[in-house]
Every structure is written in C-alpha cells, then in structure tokens.
C-alpha cells in the first residue's frame, strides 16, 4: 500500500511490563526509520533499518530498546521494562532508495506507561 | 551536537497573509532539507524538501535555501485557516549517509479568519 501502517493505534503499559510495537513500511521502500516523539514537539530518532539490516542504531537506548525488521513480516520496535519517561509517540517511517528526499510517516503509536 | 533551531511560536497571521516560518542548521555540511506540517496529534507530513541555494516553489509554498547563512525558511502565500499546525523544519546532516532527519522543535502556526 501507500502508507506506512502502524499498530497498535494506542497502548497503556504498567511501569516494568514489555510494549512491542510495529510497522509495515510502504512497499518497496528500502528504509525504514523509528522516531520517538515526546514533549509535543521533540522527536528523538533511534534506530534505521536497510531492508532487514539495522543501518543506524545510535539513538536506541540499548538495555531495554530493541528493533527488527525481519522478510515478509511489519518490523517491530520493543521496549522491554518500560518506564514512566517512555510515554510517547512513536513513530515509524519509510522511504525509497533515495531517502535523500524525504520520508513518510506512519501514524504513530502512543505509549503510556502509567 | 548538530542542531536544528525553529522559534516555537505560537506566529499568528491573518487569512490570506503571508507565513514566513525560519530554520537555522549547526551543520554546514548539512545536505537536504525539509519542512513538515504536523496537525495536533497527527504524524508529520512532508511540504517541501530542498537542496540547492536558492528558492524552491509548490503552489502556495515556497522554501528558501542560503547555505553560506545556514538558513532555510518556508513562505506560505495566501495563508489559509486550514494551514494552522506546527511546522517542523528537518535537516539530512553532512555525508548524508546514514539519512537520519535531525528535527527543529517546530514553530506553531495559527492562521486566523
């Protein structure tokens, strides 16, 4: 399809329990992307995918944060003992080849931890 | 640390006004550069991206681009009441490589009948 599908929409976590979250990038994009955006405004990136390799991983917190993008399944960002300070938007992103000119953005997941 | 700097705003302007939105980049290498609108609990949507000194024109927007200033603003002509949302400056920083967009926090457009 045209767009990058994120699931779930919303997802309520008790502090110290696992959120996975995923993404289906628009096909035949090459790369995909995961932000994380809190405060409103502030988006932090974490980690890029080319195809099923990680391209860059130096925003993931890595303890508890960990990303794949495995052949012919949505790729799946997993936050394992969630904390308080992990409520956010997340959200994913694809792009062709030539990322270079922009990317799209799926409609994000909201995390709560409470 | 390469940054991105908007003025949050709130920049309120008239309908049928002209938006003048403003980005500065750290990065003097930086490569691409893109502007986003952003409604209230939406995810971003791409306006305009831009690479090259000099002005780039879509319909009612028009990015401009001055690398020597590491500036780069996004005119919105004829502003309409549908175009009130946060606008996110982006940057792809020097080498490009690794195609990581570093965002501005966003400036925060109203657009009053």
């Known amino acids: 399809g045209e767009e990058v599908a994120q699931t779930p929409k919303h997802l309520v976590r008790g502090e110290g329990q696992k959120a996975k979250l995923y993404c289906a990038p628009i096909?035949?994009?090459?790369?995909v992307f995961w932000y994380q955006q809190v405060l409103k405004n502030e988006f932090k990136f974490l980690i890029s995918?080319?195809?099923?390799?990680?391209?860059?991983e130096t925003g993931m917190p890595k303890e508890r944060f960990s990303a794949k993008c495995l052949p012919n399944s949505p790729c799946s960002l997993e936050i394992q003992a969630t904390k308080l300070e992990d409520s956010a938007v997340y959200f994913c992103a694809s792009s062709q080849l030539q990322a270079l000119y922009g990317y799209t953005f799926g409609s994000g997941t909201r995390l709560t931890v409470v | 640390q390469k940054e991105v700097e908007q003025n949050s705003g709130p920049l309120s302007v008239p309908e049928g006004a002209i938006a003048s939105l403003n980005c500065t980049y750290s990065?003097?290498?930086?490569?691409?550069f893109f502007w986003y609108r952003q409604y209230s609990g939406k995810s971003p949507e791409l306006i305009m991206f831009?690479?090259?000194?000099g002005d780039k024109e879509d319909g009612r927007f028009t990015a401009q681009l001055n690398k020597a200033s590491q500036y780069v603003s996004l005119l919105i002509r004829d502003s309409q009441p549908s175009d009130s949302a946060t606008y996110l400056c982006a940057v792809i920083d020097s080498g490009g490589s690794n195609y990581k967009l570093t965002f501005g926090k966003g400036t925060l457009l109203t657009v009053n009948p």
């Open positions: 995918f080319q195809n099923e390799n990680v391209f860059d």
């Open positions: 831009i690479y090259s000194n």
């Open positions: 096909k035949g994009h090459s790369y």
């Open positions: 990065d003097r290498g930086s490569q691409s």
